[in-house]
C-alpha cells in the first residue's frame, strides 16, 4: 500500500510536467520504473519488519507458540532461521540500496535532462510569438518539419538591459553540448541587427550560423545529487555530505537486520488480544528509529559529530534495545508503559 502511493504521487507529477510541456510522454513508464527502484529501498526494511512481526503474531493467536514452548523451541530457537532469512535479505537490500537505487535515479536523471531537451524546441510551437526559454526575449517560428526537427523562418528579437537585437534567419536547429549539456539554438543564413535604427551605433551582423543559448541549466557530473552518485564515486570524493550518505546507504542495509530481531519478541500477544495489538507499538519503535537516523545525517553533515559516531550509534541502542527483548521480555513493557499491564 505504501508503495503504491509512493508511485501515485510520482505518477502524478510526471503527468504535470509532461501537462506543462517539459517531458514527453513516451518517457513516463521508464522514469516510473526507474524511480520505483529507489522507493524499494524505503517500502521493503519496512515491509520485511512487519512481515515478521504479524507471523509469528498469528501463530501466538493460534496458540501454536505456546505448543512450540511446550516442545522445547523458544524465541532464541526460533531466532535462528529468521536471522537466515534475515542476512538473505539484507544482501538483497545491499545491493539494491549500494548500486541500482543510485543507478536508476542517475539513468532518471539522464532521461529526464534528454526529454527536456526535444522538447525545448517543440514547446515553442509554430505560427505563435512565444516567450523564449531564457525568458529574454520574444520568437516566431513560422514552420517545424517533423522528420528533421528543422526551423523554417525563425525571427528573434532579445533585450538584456538597455541593448536589443533582432534576429532573422532562413532555418534552424538545436544542439546540445556534449560536455556542458547546454543547449543551443542554432541559426543558419540570417542576419543580427544589434542596436536602435538610425544610431550610430547600430551594427547589422550577416552569418551563416549563430548560437543562441536555450537555458542555463548545465547537465554537469558535479552537480548530481548525491544521491545519484555511485557508491564508489562517494567513497572517492568523501566529503562531510557524502560520508553521510554512505553512512545511509549502510544504514539501510542494517534496519533490515536489527528490525526482524526485534520483530520476533514484539509479536508476543495472547489469544485474547489479536493479531494486530503490537503493530502500533512496532511502527512506534520504526518512526523513532529512523528520525534518529534521519537527526544524525544531518549532524554528520554539519560537521556536528565525527565520521566515527556518525549513524551507527543509532544501531548500537536499537540492538541493545533488541537483545534486552530477550534478555528480559517484560523490558518492553517498562520501556513504553508506566505500568504494568
Known amino acids: 500500500m505504501l508503495f503504491l502511493i509512493l508511485i501515485s504521487g510520482q505518477l502524478v507529477a510526471?503527468?504535470?510536467?509532461?501537462?506543462?510541456?517539459?517531458?514527453?510522454?513516451?518517457?513516463i513508464l521508464i522514469l516510473l520504473g526507474l524511480k520505483s527502484l529507489s522507493n524499494m529501498t524505503i517500502v521493503l526494511p519496512l515491509a520485511f519488519y512487519l512481515a515478521v512481526l504479524l507471523a509469528f503474531s498469528r501463530l501466538y493467536r493460534d496458540n501454536e507458540m505456546a505448543v512450540l514452548a511446550a516442545c522445547g523451541i523458544g524465541q532464541?530457537?526460533?531466532?535462528?532461521?529468521?536471522?537466515?532469512?534475515?542476512?538473505?535479505?539484507?544482501?538483497?537490500?545491499?545491493?539494491?540500496?549500494?548500486?541500482?537505487?543510485?543507478?536508476?535515479l542517475d539513468k532518471a536523471r539522464?532521461?529526464?535532462?534528454?526529454?527536456?531537451?526535444?522538447?525545448?524546441?517543440?514547446?515553442?510551437?509554430?505560427?505563435?510569438?512565444?516567450e523564449t526559454p531564457s525568458g529574454e526575449g520574444v520568437i516566431y517560428v513560422e514552420e517545424t518539419k517533423e522528420d528533421?526537427?528543422?526551423?523554417?523562418?525563425?525571427?528573434?528579437?532579445?533585450?538584456?538591459?538597455?541593448s536589443n537585437s533582432i534576429i532573422s534567419s532562413a532555418a534552424g536547429y538545436q544542439q546540445t553540448n556534449e560536455k556542458t549539456g547546454i543547449r543551443f539554438l542554432i541559426l543558419e543564413n540570417g542576419y543580427r541587427y544589434d542596436g536602435q535604427p538610425g544610431d550610430g551605433e547600430y551594427v547589422v551582423t550577416r552569418f551563416k550560423k549563430?548560437?543562441?543559448?536555450?537555458?542555463?541549466?548545465?547537465?554537469?557530473?558535479?552537480?548530481?545529487?548525491?544521491?545519484?552518485?555511485?557508491t564508489m564515486e562517494l567513497w572517492n570524493r568523501w566529503q562531510r555530505h557524502d560520508v553521510a550518505e554512505f553512512q545511509?546507504?549502510?544504514?539501510?542495509?542494517?534496519?533490515?537486520?536489527?528490525?526482524?530481531?526485534?520483530?520476533?519478541?514484539?509479536?508476543?500477544?495472547s489469544a485474547r488480544q489479536g493479531r494486530y495489538t503490537k503493530v502500533g507499538l512496532a511502527l512506534l519503535i520504526y518512526i523513532i528509529y529512523?528520525?534518529?537516523?534521519?537527526?544524525?545525517?544531518?549532524?554528520?553533515?554539519?560537521?556536528?559529530?565525527?565520521?566515527?559516531?556518525?549513524?551507527?550509534?543509532?544501531?548500537?541502542?536499537?540492538?541493545?534495545?533488541?537483545?534486552?527483548?530477550?534478555?528480559q521480555p517484560r523490558f518492553i513493557k517498562t520501556l513504553f508503559f508506566k505500568r504494568r499491564l
Open 14 to 27: 510526471l503527468y504535470s510536467q509532461v501537462a506543462s510541456g517539459a517531458m514527453s510522454v513516451d518517457t
Open 76 to 104: 532464541f530457537r526460533l531466532l535462528n532461521p529468521v536471522l537466515r532469512i534475515t542476512l538473505f535479505f539484507a544482501l538483497l537490500m545491499g545491493g539494491l540500496t549500494l548500486y541500482l537505487s543510485p543507478w536508476s
Open 110 to 130: 539522464q532521461l529526464i535532462q534528454q526529454s527536456e531537451s526535444r522538447t525545448d524546441i517543440q514547446a515553442i510551437g509554430t505560427g505563435k510569438f512565444r
Open 148 to 162: 528533421s526537427g528543422k526551423l523554417q523562418n525563425v525571427f528573434i528579437k532579445q533585450s538584456k538591459g538597455n
Open 210 to 230: 549563430h548560437g543562441i543559448r536555450l537555458t542555463d541549466q548545465e547537465l554537469l557530473s558535479a552537480n548530481r545529487r548525491r544521491k545519484e552518485l555511485s
Open 248 to 269: 545511509w546507504r549502510i544504514s539501510t542495509v542494517l534496519l533490515c537486520i536489527i528490525l526482524p530481531i526485534m520483530a520476533l519478541p514484539l509479536s508476543k500477544t
Open 290 to 327: 529512523t528520525n534518529l537516523l534521519n537527526a544524525s545525517r544531518v549532524w554528520v553533515e554539519r560537521g556536528e559529530i565525527p565520521y566515527a559516531i556518525g549513524l551507527w550509534w543509532v544501531h548500537g541502542i536499537m540492538f541493545l534495545i533488541a537483545v534486552s527483548f530477550y534478555i
